[in-house]
Every structure is written in C-alpha cells, then in structure tokens.
C-alpha cells in the first residue's frame, strides 16, 4: 500500500529535522498535530537541497542540485517519488497548492550557492528571497489551509520573519561561511576589517524584520501561532546573544543558545500564549 510509503516518506522528513535542528522541531512540534507531517516534509526538501551546495565538495554540486530539481518537479507532476523526501514534500505541494514559483526562486537561490562567493545589495536581496522568504511562504499556505485571503494578508510579514532567521543565520556562521565555504553574504563587507559599525548596522536591519514579522504572528490562527511564536523567540534571544558579541570576536565562535534555555524560552512562550499575550 502507498500509504505505507508515504508513512515511511513522512518519518524520513522528520528523522531529518530532527537530525539537523532542535530548534526547528521545537517549533514543529509546538504546531497543531494537523501540520506536523507538512512542515517536516517542507524542511526535509529544504535540508537536503542545502546540503548539496554546503556539505557535498567531493562531487558534482551542480549536478546533484540539477538532478534534484528535475526529481523535484518530477515528483510532483507524478504525485510519487522513490526519494522519500521528495515524496513527502510533493504531497505537501499538492495538498496546499504551493506555488511552483516558490520552489523555483528557492532552488535559484541554491543555486547561487555554486558560484557566487560575495554580494552586491541585488544578489543579496535576491538570495534572502530565494533561500529563506519563499520557504517562510511555504509554511504560511500550509497554516492558512487554503484560505487565499488570510495568506495574502499574512505573506509580508512571513516573508519578514524568514528573513530575520536567514540574516541571524548569516551572523551566527560568518566564521564558517567565510573561512570553510568562501563565502560572505553580506554585501559590501570587508571581512578582513568587519568593525562594530558594520555589525550594528546588519543589527539594525534585522530588528526591523523581528518587529515586522512579530505583528503577522500575533494575526495566525492559533493551531499555528503557537509553534511559530516559539521559533521566533528562540531566534530572537540567539540574535540577542550575537548582538552582546564585539564584532572582533564574531569571527572566533559560532554562537549557539544552549537546550536548557530553549527550555526556557518555549515555558514563558507558552504562558504568553495561554494567556492571549502576545
């Protein structure tokens, strides 16, 4: 039975978010259980894809990547995918008619990733776009249950808060991305001399997408506003730590909230959600 294999497919999306963030399946599983299954399978497709142009430098990066968008659309034309993590989030695409516009701008983003090592302001708005506001889009037409005005309503301020993870991202992994992949995100930055004017400067740009993605959660139906809320917190206190850091000593640690803390953060997040106080 092909219900057997999509259970299988589904287990696989979430063996893989758990694998690779705790944060992201915190949140998951703060969602109403109706979502569980779609959002692991959209972050299952996203993993994989990043892991392609990030992790695999011993093979054909462009290839993979090629042959995994062909099987990507493939598999939602076909509604199966022998890849159980393209079968999982092919059923996510068809039951919430995601948009193949969405997955193509995430892609190009990835495929960014293959060739250019620093940015300009066009390229670096194009990739937050691609790699990060699109897959918050995702999420928002799996929250919103085909309910057309609600996501229209709610699209600026999701694609604001994938924003704000993707920068805070940037941040944490400046020291990686730079010495391990050659890569700088962020335009006009002379990592050789990355000063605190800079820093507060990216700072100040972040800040602006938490405040403008905070006022689109307080607007979600609950079943979802919950989870979100709580991935929200746990990146704003990882922003708050990043932010106490000189921007000398960016380059010297990856910053990280430790679990008991996060601990923490989901306890006061779900007072505050109990009691309508957000």
Do not use: W
């Amino acid at each position: 039975m092909k219900q057997l294999f999509d259970e299988v497919s589904i287990a696989s999306s979430k063996l893989t978010t758990r694998a690779y963030s705790t944060s992201f399946s915190l949140g998951i599983n703060c969602l109403h259980g109706k979502f569980h299954d779609a959002i692991y399978s959209i972050y299952g497709f996203v993993r994989f894809a990043d892991e392609i142009v990030d992790t695999f430098h011993e093979y054909d990066k462009a290839e993979l990547l090629e042959e995994f968008r062909r099987d990507t659309y493939r598999a939602i034309e076909r509604r199966i995918s022998m890849n159980p993590i393209l079968n999982s989030f092919q059923q996510v695409v068809n039951d919430y008619n995601i948009d193949d516009e969405l997955i193509d701008c995430f892609l190009k983003s990835m495929e960014m990733d293959l060739a250019k090592s620093e940015h300009n302001l066009q390229s670096y708005e194009q990739y937050i776009l691609g790699s990060a506001e699109v897959v918050g889009l995702m999420c928002l037409r799996v929250f919103t249950e085909r309910d057309e005005k609600m996501y229209q309503a709610l699209k600026p301020s999701a694609m604001r808060l994938g924003s704000a993870f993707q920068k805070v991202n940037f941040l944490r992994d400046l020291k990686a991305d730079y010495q391990t992949l050659g890569r700088v995100y962020f335009p006009q930055i002379d990592m050789k001399v990355f000063s605190e004017i800079e820093k507060a400067e990216i700072e100040k740009d972040i800040q602006k997408d938490f405040d403008a993605a905070l006022e689109g959660i307080k607007e979600l139906p609950r079943s979802s506003r919950f989870g979100v809320y709580v991935a929200y917190v746990y990146y704003l206190r990882l922003f708050k730590k990043i932010k106490s850091v000189p921007s000398y000593d960016i380059m010297k640690q990856r910053i990280r909230v430790p679990n008991y803390q996060k601990m923490g953060l989901l306890a006061g997040s779900f007072l505050k959600h109990s009691f309508s106080l957000l």
